[in-house]
Structure formats: structure tokens, C-alpha cells
RNA sequence: GCCCAGGUGGCGGAAUUGGUAGACGCGCUGGAUUCAAAAUCCAGUUCCGCGAGGAGUGCGGGUUCGAUUCCCGCCCUGGGUACCA
């Protein structure tokens, strides 16, 4: 009997849809574990094979953890809003719901050919009102709170408006950026309009005029993340700064323990230093310079207050608020152009000449502190307005960028570095002696640092400070595909719809494009307005600014329904609560996150602030979203090329001559390089009279290359051709057994027959020649029990490392081990069939019934632990060959010689611990030459 | 520049509390079966050498009886980040 798969795939996948094989309860009398995979992006050209790479591994790992007998969630859902289909809406103006919906369905076909065993009862859709009206409401609950850093969390804004009440704002402990001081008098004075604007400054979410990154060609915002070198990482647009009145989060105020929290994290090294990175926390010192005239006083910021008696200058951003005042009538002329030009410059611009030194002296000095020198005043526009204070002392000879503009407008260099020589450049080492420095001569750097700081704060002028590079995150964007703001305005002032009037559902529009006035795309909707009477969205014409007011017009970005949807998926129809807090309470976090690594600063750091805030506000018990993540690598396309000369022929791979044109040519007609030279001359009419110039043994032979995933490359390998030839199971394993998990890898079917002999050599085990299903009741032989235990550990072993590429030569190895031993034994083959279940589900759930097995019980009732006790025999003893392998650890003194050591390892005996967690068994090890042997 | 990860046959990749390098699969070579093909099975396959033998895990050193594994210095590839004071 011929293994089929495509009945048994189709029987299975059924039988698991009827039963809601996969759905689970919160159950508190088994431990609960939750894998998650980062939801998909339906985009309409379909899955390819890169994306069910991170599922495949997630669906092993779960179906294993159900076997070890935890409770396992293990959903899936869509993040639908996003750009494409809106752009997809311009063009052709469809709604960009029609088309989400459709790519969902495609999505989902796709998905469930390949036997995964999501619990679909708990899907999401971020586009969906029942799940933006949650989106929505943390908004509105980010909005009614500020940061208190006296009890280190999220806080009521009604407790700090009782505060202004009572005290003012001047011993308010919080995070802001509120510039003015005010009295509780001053405060109760305030109108309704002047006292928003105060609490703007400490809300978690407030609006603010911010230069943003404005991309014209998208007609949106982008973050700054989503900006590389001064392109938009989608598309490679143009992004130019723009002021503009958007909502921002202020993710800063948990810089510290978005820090802190990623050292609880089994999280890879790489990610969690791109967020430190990411969030740059420095240490360092703010030092006051009072310019000569005593008129003023400028603040820097600097990480080296050690450095302090070498500074000769100091460097100003060119839009620092004490420019224009400190400019002298002689400079003032030329301080306006170099202001001027700065200005002028996009980031791009900047960025293209980082080694183009440029500033302008202003006329007037500042006086050092400590030895009352004057030194210059400059502006330059390497010093940036938005980190530290706008201003840097300047010290060439510790820092390069300040040797390097020291040298070049010819500025003294002072050296402070004993037996250092900076002739060449700067001395950046923060190790070796100060000297020259007054009070820090002598000092090591460590100690002139701390010194310096003590000096600098006993006199006043300044104090330990630590800054972070991390920026609040602007959370509007001028689309129409996104969640709609709970919040209208009343007279100007911003506010919030309240929660039992949530969702504001997306409104209608003729159009998806800004508006001719250059508003977002929401201005096109008729019906956009506020009753505040009726609590309901009216038509704009009855807005009278008394009772129906206008509603806000941005949308959110696409990471605010997929900040927090990990969460969702616990309680994924709850219609009075984002989450019950029993159901938070069970699942907490999630234990298992698979994803690419291309989210490392974007949504795993949002997620993150989100999760902390829900957490400080007591909703949900856990503070971090995802305990262990693993990035997937990404699958590279192997393209194919064809090479045309200059007599408009195509060229075999081996006969080129140079000078020829490589043309992609589609992968479906390319099998193991050789072309199907009928189906190319089919492809377009333009190749219909092709002409080859063909290898000796009369075949094309292309060329190839290994690039990212694309149509215009004809390189997309789609899993539905694949699944159709060899079924999903061999395209499971297959995916896994490519290489690490963690890899990038380029994507070839050339080894995926292999994959295919091994799932028919597994079929074969329970059939005879004639094809009779034939199993032997009797004892395993001990051959046999030693390859099925030897599997059974070393798979186990490698599904606990996520190795699930030597996991797949482990089955191989045993399968094949096990049919030059001819087993038809009934006890091994059921506990193989339980082995290989999380890879091979379908001929494993269809083998388990020929076994004579109740049908679809391998998942997994019976059988609530998978360990070593249920799966090896407590009586079995080891055969010891030869041949085998024992690993055990030589204890001899690193002195022995080489024939101490041989001599050793042929005559010790010892003791082995052959499973962990049981007692230790003697082996006798045999004489020869055995180091590393495993049972 | 800085941070992180990695470099092993023709290919994807195994093997690290230091212990027979190249598991497993692909590809290739030869053979069996077949009218033939597919499929299947058997043998071989790191390189050099007819051979005995020698070389070999990016390069150069070091520690060790023994190094792909540990240490020092380089080179290269991939990812991240960038005038952050």
C-alpha cells in the first residue's frame, strides 16, 4: 500500500476541524504554555514559503508541549491594517476592507493545508471593530494617565490634577516636559483650555507640534524606525521634516525599565542589545557655562565631566533658543546664512556628508567654570537639537569630532591625557591619568570622572544626569486603513470618548487620499462628527460646536493593534473587557514567541511599554510580553537565470562567452538548473521563437542567484505546489530540516526528496511486500528498543534546543535503522508514531489509527506525559557494543601523558548517568580507543 | 567607526563543560532490479596520492597528551546602528 498522502492529509485535516481538535480552556489542573507566532501581515500575493517557516517550528513545539501534557494556546490572527491594501484602495478603489478579507481567506486556506494546529475559536483581526474598540480604549486609558517616578509607574491623571490643586506643579516627581512652574492658585485660575494644555505636558499620550519624518510620496508620517537613511523603508521614498500636530506616546518615561527588564529575558543577545542600543542610556553630567557678560547661562550635556579642564570651545545646534542673543552685530550676517543652510539640509544631506566639517564662530565667549577662561562660542550642526540639551562642550582631545573640527577652524588643542600624544587625532580611551586638570590631576579617568561630578555639583552649576537617545513615538499617520481615534474636540481641547460608547467605527469614504486641503483622508467622510448628546458619530453638517463636535482626523499607526494582541488572543471574544482578568491571570505571557528579527526595535519594544503600562494599571499580573523569542531566518529565493547573447539566442550556463544579458526566468520551468526550453518558449510571446545554444548532452543549464523573495524576479516558491507534490508533512520537515531555525537560508527543493523517502520508508515499516498491513504483537527485539530509545532521547534533546534540523536526521537515522532491521513490532512503531507526531501530524495521526488506536486520540488525551519515564522502560538494560558510545569525563591531570590517557580510557570503568533525573547505571566501558559514546 | 552573529566537503548542514571532524540529506560515481523509465535496493564519495601515507574546520600565533571547540591578533560575510556629546 502506497503512502497517500493527499487522503490522509485531507482526512485528518478535516477530522481536526470537526472535532475543534486544538481548542483549549483554561484548565488549572494542568500547567499552562503559550506559543505564539507574529501574525501576518495579509498581503494579497499570498503566503510563500519563508512565511510558514516560524509556524512550522511553533506548531512542533506545541504539538510537543501538549504531549509533555501542558495546556497549550497556540492561536493565530491578522494584523490587517496597513498600507497596501489602502494603496491598493487608491488605485482601484476598492475598499481596503473587500480586499483584507479576501486575502484573508486565501491566507487561511493556505494556513490550514498545512496542518497546523492553531485553535482558530480564538483568532483576531486588528481591523476588526470588536477588536480596534480595544485598541481604542488603551488609548484612551494611556491618555488618562501620566508617569509617576516617585512610585516608579503609570498613575491616574486625577491624582495629579488634585495635586496641581493642592501644591501647583513644583514637587510634582513626574515625567514631562512641562516648561512652566505654577502655584496651586495659579492652577485653580487656569480655564478649562489653559489647564489641558498643562496636562498635555504629562499625559502618557499627548498631542505636541513635532518635527516629524513627512513622507510626501506615501502622504504620511513615518517613525523614526520606519525611516532608513533618510528613506522610507517602505518603498525608499523621500522623508523630509515637517512641524506638525500629532499624538505621541510617551515611551520615554519607561526608558529605564525597558532597559532594566531585558536582562529577565531569554530573548538572543543580538535583539536585546539592538533595543539597548535602541533606548542608549548614557551617563553622564550637566555642566552650566555662564557666558562672559553674566547674562546667560548655557547647559551641556557630557559623558566625560573628567575631560572638563580640556575643553576649548563650546558647540551650539544651530536652532538653540541663546543663538540669536549671543550672536554679535560683527557675526550676526554670517551666523543667519550658516543658520540658514543647516536648515536647508535634509537628514539625507547631513548624513551624505558626516565628514564635512562645517560651523560658525558667534562673536561671544562663555567662562570656564573652574579656571574662569574664555572660551568661543560656535554653532555646527554635527551638535543636535533634540538629544541632550542642544549644546556640547568641547574637548579635541578626547573627543574625535571635536579634534576634528578643532583642527580644522584651527581652534587650541588642549591636552589633558598624560603621556598621550593627539598630533594625530583624538585620545577617546576612558582609561589612563589625567593631568593639567587642577584638582583631577593624577586621577585616573574613573576617579577624575566621579571627582569631577562631585565638584561640579557641590558648586552648583550642574549634576549627574543620565540621558537616553530613546525618543517619544508619534502615533499619528494621515491614512484611512487604520484605527480611528476615541477623541473629538471640543473648542480645540482634545477628548475622550468614553468607553461604553467604543468602537468608533472607521467611517465611509468617497476617497482614500488626503484631502485637497491637505487634510488626512477622514476629512473625505461625511458623517464624522461627535454628539455628545446621543453619544453617537453624525454627519458633519450638524456639527455646531455646542453639543456635536468634530472627531479626529488621523488614525493610529500599524503597530497599535499589534502592540498588545498576544493578550487578546486569551479571551479573543470578550465583548465587556480587553481581556478577563481571570483568563490574563492563566496564560500571563507567552512563553514561546517565533518571529522575524526585523521587528527588534519597532514591535517588541511597543509591546513591551504597552504591556508595563496594563501591568501598572493592574490589569494583567505579568510585566513583560514575550518570556523566550527566537527570530526565524528568512527564507532567500534561488532565482534563475538565462543568459541571451548578441545574436539573440540563449546561451547554456557552460557555454557562455561573456558579454551576455542574464534574464530571470520563471523557477517553475527550471528543474535541478535545466530548463524546460518548451514551457520557457510558451512563457512570452517575446521568447515564442527562442533560439538555445544548448550543452553537449542537448540541455539548457541556467544560472542562478540567491536574492530576497520577489515577483519581478519570478522567484516566489509558493507552499501550494509544494503541498500538492509531496504534502504538507514532507514540506514540514523539509522547511525544518534546511538548516538552524535562526538561519537565513536560501530556499532549494532539490533535497526535499529526501524528506519525501523518509515519510514512505516510515509508511513501509507497518506494510509487507504484498502491501498488507503487518504488525508483530511479540517483545521488541533489543536491537530494536536500542535505535527507538537512542531517537526518543536525542530528538527530545533537540526539540528542548529548538534544533529542529538534527531532530529531522534523528528520524531518519531510526527509520532507517529500523527497516534494515525489518521492525514491524507493534510497542516500537506506536512509540515512534508519538515521536514523530508534532513534525508529521497527518501520517503519523493516520498510522496511530492503523496501530489500533481510537481515531484522532494521538492528540492527545491518553498519553499525558511525554518523558522518559512513559517512553523508556525502567528494565530495559543497555547493550554495551563495541561500537557504542558512552560519553564520560576523563578525570586526569592535565599533565598526563598521551599514553597515561590511552591507557586510562581502555581500562576505566565508570559510572554513567544515562537519563537525567535517574539513578546513576554502571556500564563497564570496553577497551578501545572510546571517548564519546552515547547510548 | 561601533555593537551583534557567523566562517567546516561539490551543496544544505552535523559534532563544542576540549576527546575517532564531516552525522543526516542532496548531488555525483559504480552496481542490482527493469524490455525501458520511474521507484527501490547495494557500494563508494573532504582533498592530494596508484599506494603506503600526507594535509585538512577563514588566516597567523598560543595553551594542552589532544583544539572546529579555549586564549591573543588579523581577514571576510551577514544583520543592526550611526555626527548621541
Known amino acids: 500500500m502506497e503512502y497517500s498522502f493527499r487522503t490522509i492529509e485531507d482526512k485528518w485535516q478535516n477530522f481536526w476541524a470537526k472535532n475543534a481538535t486544538f481548542k483549549v480552556e483554561e484548565q488549572s489542573s494542568k500547567p499552562k504554555y503559550y506559543v505564539l507566532d507574529m501574525f501576518p501581515y495579509p498581503s494579497g500575493a499570498g503566503l510563500h514559503v519563508g512565511h510558514p517557516l516560524g509556524y512550522i517550528a511553533s506548531d512542533i513545539y506545541a504539538r510537543y508541549k501538549r504531549l509533555q501534557g501542558f495546556n497549550v494556546l497556540h492561536p493565530m490572527g491578522y494584523d490587517s491594517f496597513g498600507l497596501p491594501a489602502e494603496q491598493y484602495a487608491i488605485q482601484t478603489g476598492q475598499h481596503p476592507e473587500t480586499t483584507t478579507k479576501e486575502n484573508i481567506a486565501r491566507y487561511r486556506q493556505q494556513l490550514d493545508k498545512m496542518g497546523f494546529s492553531f485553535d482558530w475559536s480564538k483568532e483576531v483581526r486588528t481591523s476588526d471593530p470588536n477588536y480596534y474598540k480595544w485598541t481604542q480604549w488603551i488609548f484612551s486609558e494611556l491618555f488618562d494617565c501620566y508617569y509617576d517616578t516617585t512610585s516608579d509607574k503609570a498613575e491616574r491623571i486625577s491624582k495629579l490634577i488634585s495635586t496641581f490643586e493642592k501644591d501647583g506643579n513644583a514637587f510634582v516627581k513626574a515625567v514631562n516636559d512641562c516648561e512652566i512652574i505654577f502655584s496651586a492658585t495659579e492652577w485653580n485660575a487656569m480655564s478649562a483650555t489653559e489647564k489641558e494644555g498643562i496636562l498635555q505636558h504629562y499625559r502618557l499620550t499627548y498631542l505636541a507640534d513635532s518635527w516629524v519624518n513627512w513622507c510626501p510620496a506615501l502622504g504620511t508620517v513615518l517613525a523614526n524606525d520606519e525611516v532608513i537613511n533618510g528613506l522610507s523603508e517602505r518603498g525608499g521614498h523621500p522623508v523630509e521634516q515637517k512641524k506638525m500636530r500629532q499624538w505621541s506616546m510617551r515611551i520615554k518615561a519607561y526608558g529605564e525599565r525597558l532597559l532594566n527588564d531585558l536582562n529577565t529575558l531569554d530573548w538572543s543577545e543580538s535583539i536585546k542589545e539592538q533595543q539597548r542600543n535602541w533606548i542608549g542610556k548614557s551617563k553622564g553630567c550637566s555642566v552650566q557655562f555662564e557666558t562672559d557678560d553674566k547674562q546667560h547661562s548655557i547647559e551641556v550635556f557630557t559623558t566625560r565631566p573628567d575631560t572638563i579642564f580640556g575643553v576649548s570651545f563650546l558647540v551650539l545646534a544651530p536652532e538653540h533658543p541663546l543663538v540669536k542673543t549671543l550672536t554679535t552685530d560683527e557675526y550676526s550676517q554670517k551666523v543667519d546664512e550658516y543658520i540658514q543652510t543647516s536648515s536647508l539640509k535634509t537628514e539625507r544631506d547631513r548624513q551624505a556628508n558626516v565628514k564635512n566639517i562645517t560651523g560658525q564662530f558667534i562673536g561671544s565667549y562663555a567662562i570656564h567654570p573652574f579656571t574662569g577662561e574664555k572660551v568661543e562660542l560656535w554653532i555646527g550642526d554635527y551638535v543636535l537639537a533634540s538629544y541632550g540639551t542642544g549644546a556640547v562642550m568641547a574637548v579635541p582631545c578626547g573627543d574625535q569630532r571635536d579634534w576634528d573640527f ?30 593639567d586638570s587642577d584638582f583631577l590631576t593624577s586621577l585616573s579617568v574613573a576617579d577624575a570622572m566621579t571627582k569631577a561630578i562631585e565638584a561640579i555639583e557641590t558648586k ?13 513615538a508619534v502615533f499619528s499617520r494621515q491614512r484611512y486603513w487604520g484605527e480611528p481615534f476615541p477623541v473629538y474636540y471640543k473648542n480645540g481641547i482634545p477628548t475622550i470618548i468614553e468607553a461604553q460608547h467604543l468602537p468608533i467605527i472607521l467611517p465611509e469614504v468617497e476617497k482614500y487620499l488626503p484631502t485637497e486641503d491637505g487634510q488626512p483622508p477622514l476629512g473625505n467622510a461625511t458623517d464624522w462628527a461627535w454628539d455628545t448628546v446621543n453619544n453617537k458619530v453624525v454627519s458633519n453638517t450638524k456639527m455646531d460646536n455646542i453639543t456635536v463636535f468634530p472627531l479626529e482626523l488621523n488614525t493610529m499607526p500599524g503597530w497599535a493593534g499589534s502592540s498588545w494582541y498576544f493578550l487578546r488572543y486569551m479571551d479573543a471574544n470578550n465583548e465587556n473587557a480587553f481581556v478577563a482578568k481571570e483568563k490574563a491571570n492563566y496564560w500571563e505571557n507567552v512563553d514561546l514567541y517565533i518571529g522575524g528579527s526585523e521587528h527588534a526595535t519597532g514591535h517588541l519594544l511597543y509591546s513591551r511599554f504597552w504591556t508595563k503600562f496594563l501591568f501598572d494599571l493592574g490589569y494583567i499580573g505579568v510585566k513583560e510580553p514575550f518570556k523566550k523569542l527566537i527570530n526565524q531566518g528568512m527564507i532567500l529565493g534561488r532565482s534563475s537565470l538565462v543568459y541571451r547573447n548578441a545574436e539573440n539566442k540563449y546561451v547554456s550556463k557552460s557555454k557562455l562567452e561573456g558579454g551576455e544579458t542574464p534574464i530571470h526566468v520563471d523557477i517553475n520551468f527550471v528543474h535541478n538548473d535545466i530548463l524546460d526550453t518548451t514551457a520557457f518558449k510558451n512563457w512570452r510571446e517575446e521568447y515564442k521563437n527562442a533560439e538555445f545554444i544548448l550543452e553537449d548532452n542537448s540541455t539548457y543549464i541556467c544560472g542562478h542567484e540567491v536574492e530576497k523573495m520577489s515577483k519581478s524576479k519570478y522567484n516566489v516558491q509558493t507552499p501550494d505546489e509544494l503541498v500538492e507534490k509531496f504534502g504538507a508533512d514532507t514540506l514540514r520537515m523539509y522547511e ?200
Open 736 to 935: 525544518m530540516f534546511l538548516g538552524p531555525l535562526e538561519q537565513s537560508k536560501p530556499w532549494d527543493t532539490k533535497g526535499i526528496n529526501g524528506v519525501h523517502n523518509f515519510l514512505r520508508k516510515y509508511w513501509r515499516l507497518f506494510f509487507d511486500a504484498e502491501g498488507n498491513l503487518n504488525l508483530s504483537d511479540g517483545e521488541p527485539t533489543k536491537d530494536a528498543l536500542k535505535t527507538l530509545h537512542k531517537a526518543i532521547h536525542k530528538i527530545q534533546d533537540d526539540l528542548n534546543k529548538f534544533s529542529f534540523n538534527t531532530g529531522v536526521s534523528n528520524f531518519m537515522i531510526c527509520v532507517n535503522e529500523l527497516t534494515d532491521q525489518k521492525c514491524n513490532n507493534r510497542q516500537i512503531l506506536e512509540k515512534l508514531t508519538i515521536l514523530l507526531s508534532p513534525y508529521a501530524p497527518h501520517i503519523t495521526e493516520e498510522t496511530w489509527t492503523l496501530l489500533g488506536h481510537e481515531a484522532g486520540s494521538v492528540n492527545y488525551a491518553k498519553f499525558p506525559k511525554f518523558n522518559p519515564e512513559f517512553l523508556v522502560s525502567d528494565n530495559f538494560e543497555y547493550p554495551i557494543s563495541f561500537n557504542g558510545k558512552v560519553r564520560f569525563k576523563l578525570e586526569m591531570p592535565n599533565s598526563a601523558s598521551k599514553e597515561e590517557v590511552e591507557k586510562a580510557v581502555m581500562t576505566n570503568e565508570k559510572t554513567i548517568h544515562y537519563l537525567e533525573g535517574k539513578e546513576p547505571k554502571k556500564v563497564i566501558v570496553v577497551p578501545g580507543r572510546i571517548v564519546n559514546i552515547v547510548l
Open 406 to 435: 578643532a583642527t580644522h577652524f584651527k581652534i587650541d588643542i588642549k591636552n589633558i591625557f598624560e603621556n598621550v600624544d593627539i598630533s594625530e587625532g583624538a585620545y577617546t580611551a576612558k582609561e589612563g591619568t589625567i593631568t
Open 460 to 472: 552648583g552649576i550642574g549634576q549627574g544626569k543620565t540621558n537616553y537617545r530613546l525618543r517619544d
